[in-house]
């Protein structure tokens, strides 16, 4: 599967951006799909996740602030930020794995999109 992020950009801290990852294939509801960030000079670092079933996952740091979702009529994942902080600086990546969720095995990435939240 191919990915595409997209909908990152520049806002205030308190803002809100919705990013998108377009997947190609035929077989996009048979995966789990998630979203990474890599802030500089840091680890890439798990975000969130939704399983094939629709079950999702969060990092204790965006939980309540954060929203995945998924459409699968269009091969698109999706990441709604809201109260944005200026530690939510990062390059967002998205990543699917085929089958159940597991963090530590997505196996295949998009290029990422860099989100900037100023002070």
């Known amino acids: 599967v191919q990915l595409q992020a997209s909908g990152g950009g520049l806002v205030q801290a308190g803002g809100s951006l919705r990013l998108s990852c377009a997947a190609s294939?035929?077989?996009?509801?048979?995966?789990?799909m998630g979203w990474f960030r890599q802030a500089p000079g840091k680890e890439r670092e798990f975000v969130a996740a939704?399983?094939?079933?629709?079950?999702?996952y969060y990092a204790d740091s965006v939980k309540g602030r954060f929203t995945i979702s998924r459409d699968n009529a269009k091969n698109t994942v999706y990441l709604q930020m809201n109260s944005l902080k200026p530690e939510d600086t990062a390059v967002y990546y998205c990543a699917a794995r085929l089958g159940a969720h597991d963090r530590s095995r997505y196996g295949s990435w998009g290029q990422g999109t860099l989100v900037t939240v100023s002070s």
């Open positions: 939704i399983s094939w079933g629709g079950s999702t």
């Open positions: 294939g035929r077989t996009f509801s048979r995966y789990s």
